[in-house]
Nanobody, 125 residues
């Protein structure tokens, strides 16, 4: 089975920067779309960013647009989330996800079959 593993989380000061990575392990698979979601304490999991595997076209939630950027390495089957100027409200567990078929609803977690275990990001004031 496919496994996704996030890395790069930790404590970062507001206005700094942080890069998260997600790598596939185990059985090789060809994703159609990969994405980042996050969940803060007491809140529902929310969409952050998504990227089409073949084209590299990326989509972002309004809350992070212009600050966060996602990219992929096709050969390595990895995606990154570059977080520029994170703020305390960005504190959450960040998850990567993979989908194996096309869907217009790239922002919907139900469209993704594979999930990582999550990595904690804490932004201090």
């Amino acid at each position: 089975q496919v496994q996704l593993v996030e890395s790069g989380g930790g404590l970062v000061q507001a206005g700094g920067s942080l890069k998260l990575s997600c790598a596939a392990s185990g059985r090789t698979f060809t994703p159609f779309t990969m994405a980042w979601f996050r969940q803060a304490p007491g809140k529902e999991r929310e969409f952050v960013a998504a990227i089409r595997w073949n084209s590299g076209i990326a989509y972002y939630a309004d809350s992070v647009k212009g600050r966060f950027f996602t990219s992929r390495d096709n050969d390595a089957n990895t995606i990154d989330l570059q977080m520029n100027g994170p703020q305390p409200e960005d504190t959450a567990v960040y998850y990567c996800a993979g989908g194996t078929r096309y869907s217009q609803k790239y922002y919907d977690q139900a469209e993704y079959s594979y999930w990582g275990q999550g990595t904690q990001v804490t932004v201090s004031s």
